[in-house]
């Protein structure tokens, strides 16, 4: 028996605007709000448990130091990269620099509050 990822948790200043960028990025719904402010975003219908991970964007004063030790990478499911990095820089995401030699066949953006992601090249089918 292997484990599986069920949640992904983000610490993050501002859990509301994150949920609603997050829950665009990836075509997800608000799940739960719990008393500390935390807001679990995750696939219609399905939520925790299900095939893919839901989201807890947990609010935290903490500053970030450093860069991330680990980063989401995203692919688009039904269009092609230019189009879906278009559709990620209308939702607020925005291009980072992290060192690219400018050859990758992959995009480094940020979320709102400056957590770096990558959009992959490939189109994958949707869960």
Not at 35 to 47: E, K, Q
């Amino acid at each position: 028996m292997a484990c599986r990822i069920s949640e992904l948790v983000v610490d993050c200043a501002d859990p509301e605007r994150l949920a609603a960028f997050w829950a665009g990025v990836l075509g997800y719904v608000e799940l739960e709000r719990e008393d500390d402010g935390s807001i679990a975003i995750g696939p219609a219908g399905t939520g925790f448990g299900g095939p893919q991970p839901v989201l807890v964007l947990s609010p935290s004063d903490d500053p970030r130091t450093g860069k991330l030790r680990l980063h989401i990478d995203v692919s688009a499911t039904d269009r092609y990269q230019d189009a879906e990095l278009e559709r990620l820089l209308g939702l607020g995401a925005r291009r980072v620099d992290v060192g690219q030699t400018g050859t990758e066949d992959w995009h480094v953006l940020a979320d709102p509050e400056g957590n770096e992601f990558c959009l992959l090249r490939g189109r994958i089918e949707p869960v």
